[in-house]
């Protein structure tokens, strides 16, 4: 499974519209700078702001350089369920045959 954190590598800084519920260091992720996990998803796809360094930055990639087995991060606690900005909901992610999708949370009311 191929998992990312934000936007494609030499892209064009994009906003966000959503990031994963758990905080990066969950995901192994640090700062490509002074290499702390005081670190927190950046407003811009693929990156994160450390609070150390005041800067947004790619950072290293942590458990997202490499195929992701789910399994394992599931046993360990690390989820990929997504928070979505303009709605404001959180989506579970799923498995789906070969796909990975995030399906909305039904909300009672
Ligand atoms: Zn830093």
Do not use: H
Not at 3 to 9: M, R, V
Not at 34 to 63: H, P
């Amino acid at each position: 499974m191929e998992l990312k954190y934000g936007g494609k590598k030499g892209k064009k800084m994009r906003k966000r519209t959503w990031c994963y519920i758990q905080q990066p260091s969950s995901y192994e992720i640090s700062c490509d700078a002074c290499n702390g996990q005081n670190l927190a998803w950046s407003e811009f796809c693929g990156m994160v702001w450390c609070y150390d360094c005041k800067i947004d930055t790619r950072g290293n990639e942590g458990i997202f350089g490499g195929p992701i087995p789910l399994e394992v991060s599931e046993m360990l606690g690390v989820r990929f369920d997504r928070f979505y900005f303009r709605d404001k909901s959180i989506r579970k992610m799923e498995v789906k045959g070969d796909k990975l999708v995030w399906r909305k949370e039904k909300r009672k009311g």
